[in-house]
């Protein structure tokens, strides 16, 4: 049968236990919401530089690449 002290030691452990439980979730929700902060400016960015792109942006961007050197 167990004793008193048996129990109080369960207890405290199973305390202690639900109290890092509480710090980590606290520190998950908080790097959750960082998270979310970053990409909620990421997506701002990317909408700027989509403005920023002309119409048919992408060809404007490709064919300074694909110009043949001076040289040629």
Not at 3 to 24: G, H, P, Q, V
Not at 27 to 47: S, W
Request: charged share 35%; hydrophobic share 30%; glycine share 2%.
């Amino acid at each position: 049968m167990p004793t008193s002290s048996d129990t109080d030691d369960r207890l405290t452990a199973l305390e202690i236990k639900a109290s890092y439980s509480e710090d980590l979730l606290d520190q998950l929700n908080l790097t959750i919401y960082r998270q979310q902060q970053q990409i909620d400016r990421l997506m701002r960015e990317v909408d700027e530089l989509r403005r920023r792109v002309p119409e048919g942006g992408s060809d404007a961007l490709t064919s300074a690449r694909d110009e043949i050197p001076p040289h040629y």
